[in-house]
């Protein structure tokens, strides 16, 4: 059974870089797609970006400009940065697998989540 | 841009049948995928497609879509479906995912 599990700093100050990473265990990496996904404490899921099996890159546009996704396959591990943060960007962040099949995709499984808090 | 609208809330009686909506434009080209996510939890994935449920997910949930609007139904609703649940789809330029609003389901 494939299991995600992602770390990386919990709190930051504005204006520096967030870095998390996420660890796929018991799976193929290839094949799938690899995702970020964010929350805002009482709020909605918010779909950052993913990478997919062909390497390429796809953006939320409104964070594309901050966003760089990447992948170790040698270590099976996809990473997130996103720069110039804000007290906006806090939130629990998950990393998710994303299965592509024709007109449909779905998240499953999800890491366990990482709260990330910006504040001076 | 696209995206996709749920209604906040939703209430059922225990036992009841609900339907919980979720409608855009991308919907016509895309399928949904539904998430059920629980206080403090990660979002646990529960439909995908036209009606397909991963394994361990009960048969009281399905799902369907007409034009625009994909519907998540709990048929028999129980107390531990008490939930936010998510709707989700790729965004017809398919440049990006797209997440509902998320409708909070609370089972009387």
């Known amino acids: 059974q494939v299991q995600l599990q992602q770390w990386g700093a919990g709190l930051l100050k504005p204006s520096e870089t967030l870095s998390l990473t996420c660890a796929v265990y018991?799976?193929?990496?290839?094949?799938?797609?690899w995702s970020w996904i964010r929350q805002p404490p009482g709020k909605g899921l918010e779909w950052i970006g993913e990478?997919?099996?062909?390497?390429?890159?796809k953006y939320n546009p409104s964070l594309k400009s901050r966003v760089t996704i990447s992948v170790d396959t040698s270590k099976n591990q996809f990473s997130l940065k996103l720069t110039s943060v804000t007290a906006a960007d806090t939130a629990v962040y998950y990393c998710?697998?994303?299965?592509?099949?024709?007109?449909?995709?779905?998240?499953?499984?999800w890491g366990q989540g990482t709260l990330v808090t910006v504040s001076s | 841009s696209s995206e996709l609208t749920q209604d906040p809330a939703v209430s059922v009686a225990l036992g009841q049948t609900v339907r919980i909506t979720c409608q855009g434009d991308?919907?016509?080209?895309?399928?949904a995928s539904w998430y059920q996510q629980k206080p403090g939890q990660a979002p646990v994935f529960v439909i995908y497609?036209?009606?397909y449920r991963p394994s361990g997910i009960p048969d009281r949930f399905s799902g369907s879509t007409s034009g625009n609007t994909a519907s998540l139904t709990i048929t028999g609703a129980q107390a531990e479906d008490e939930a936010d649940y998510y709707c989700?789809?790729?965004?017809?330029?398919?440049?990006?995912?797209?997440f509902g609003g998320g409708t909070k389901l609370t089972v009387l």
């Open positions: 998710a697998r994303e299965t592509v099949i024709a007109t449909v995709a779905w998240f499953d499984p």
């Open positions: 018991g799976g193929s990496f290839s094949g799938y797609y």
């Open positions: 990478f997919n099996h062909s390497g390429g890159t």
């Open positions: 991308s919907l016509r080209s895309y399928y």
């Open positions: 497609g036209k009606n």
């Open positions: 989700n789809s790729r965004d017809s330029s398919d440049n990006h995912l797209v």
